[in-house]
Protein backbone atom coordinates (compact mmCIF):
# COMPACT_ATOMS: atom_id res chain seq x y z
CA UNK A 1 0.00 0.00 0.00
CA UNK A 2 1.59 3.13 -1.23
CA UNK A 3 1.22 6.64 0.93
CA UNK A 4 -0.42 9.41 -0.66
CA UNK A 5 0.86 12.99 -0.84
CA UNK A 6 -1.73 13.53 1.96
CA UNK A 7 -0.78 11.65 4.18
CA UNK A 8 2.53 11.88 3.84
CA UNK A 9 1.94 15.38 4.96
CA UNK A 10 -0.43 15.04 7.41
CA UNK A 11 2.06 12.69 9.04
CA UNK A 12 5.13 15.39 9.35
CA UNK A 13 2.55 18.11 10.44
CA UNK A 14 1.44 15.67 13.31
CA UNK A 15 5.44 15.59 14.41
CA UNK A 16 5.83 18.73 13.76
CA UNK A 17 2.66 19.43 16.52
CA UNK A 18 4.17 16.67 18.74
CA UNK A 19 7.06 18.33 19.31
CA UNK A 20 6.15 21.54 19.63
CA UNK A 21 4.17 20.08 22.17
CA UNK A 22 6.78 18.73 23.94
CA UNK A 23 8.48 21.74 23.74
CA UNK A 24 6.01 23.82 25.08
CA UNK A 25 5.77 21.87 28.16
CA UNK A 26 9.11 21.83 29.03
CA UNK A 27 9.32 25.86 28.88
CA UNK A 28 6.59 25.31 30.68
CA UNK A 29 8.17 23.54 33.57
CA UNK A 30 10.89 25.52 33.14
CA UNK A 31 8.92 28.94 33.33
CA UNK A 32 6.88 27.36 36.35
CA UNK A 33 10.26 26.51 38.45
CA UNK A 34 11.94 29.67 37.83
CA UNK A 35 8.76 31.43 39.55
CA UNK A 36 8.60 28.96 42.38
CA UNK A 37 12.47 30.40 42.90
CA UNK A 38 11.33 33.50 42.20
CA UNK A 39 8.79 33.46 45.00
CA UNK A 40 10.92 32.03 47.70
CA UNK A 41 13.50 34.43 47.00
CA UNK A 42 10.87 36.95 47.71
CA UNK A 43 9.85 35.35 50.66
CA UNK A 44 12.55 34.80 51.79
CA UNK A 45 13.77 38.70 51.65
CA UNK A 46 10.50 39.88 53.19
CA UNK A 47 11.06 37.18 56.08
CA UNK A 48 14.20 38.98 56.55
CA UNK A 49 12.67 42.49 56.65
CA UNK A 50 10.11 41.29 59.22
CA UNK A 51 12.32 39.38 61.78
CA UNK A 52 14.93 42.26 61.60
CA UNK A 53 11.65 44.87 62.11
CA UNK A 54 10.43 42.69 65.46
CA UNK A 55 14.32 42.39 66.71
CA UNK A 56 14.90 45.78 66.50
CA UNK A 57 11.94 46.11 68.55
CA UNK A 58 9.84 49.58 68.91
CA UNK A 59 12.15 52.30 68.97
CA UNK A 60 12.20 52.89 65.50
CA UNK A 61 15.07 53.50 62.82
CA UNK A 62 18.48 54.10 63.76
CA UNK A 63 19.33 58.00 64.20
CA UNK A 64 21.26 59.10 61.00
CA UNK A 65 24.79 59.77 61.92
CA UNK A 66 26.52 62.85 60.14
Do not use: D, E, H
Request: net charge positive; charged share 10%; aromatic share 10%.
Amino acid sequence: MRLKTVQVIAGLFALVAFVLAFMAAGAALASGLFMLLGMAALAFVAWSLIKSMFSRGRSGPPAPTA
